[in-house]
């Protein structure tokens, strides 16, 4: 079974950087959009940006301008840059691959805490 896995979280201090990457257990046919959500305690998940199977991009108002999405087909990662990091960014980050045909899949998450 094909398991995504999310790593660069951690604890950061508010106007710094962390990068997040989202690797797949193995290769995955067919990925169409792949995205970065999270979700803060008490709040529901939400989408923070994706990139399509083209390149396209889209952010959420709330990271333009401070985070860049991107990701590499050939070897089914997709990354988060994150700068310019404030407290409202604190929150579990999960990754999220879209397909063609299939289930998405989704990451286990992981913890990013911005100090203020």
């Known amino acids: 079974q094909v398991q995504l896995v999310e790593s660069g979280g951690g604890l950061v201090q508010a106007g710094g950087s962390l990068r997040l990457s989202c690797a797949a257990s193995?290769?995955?046919?067919?990925?169409?959009?792949m995205g970065w959500y999270r979700q803060a305690p008490g709040k529901q998940r939400e989408l923070v940006a994706r990139?399509?199977?083209?390149?396209?991009?889209y952010y959420s108002e709330f990271v333009k301008g401070r985070f860049t999405i991107s990701r590499d087909n050939a070897k089914n990662t997709v990354t988060l840059q994150m700068d310019s990091l404030k407290h409202e960014d604190t929150a579990v980050y999960y990754c999220?691959?879209?397909?063609?045909?299939?289930?998405?899949?989704w990451g286990r998450g992981l913890q990013v805490t911005v100090s203020s």
């Open positions: 999220r691959y879209t397909r063609v045909l299939g289930a998405d899949y």
């Open positions: 990139i399509t199977s083209g390149g396209s991009t």
């Open positions: 193995r290769i995955i046919v067919s990925i169409n959009d």
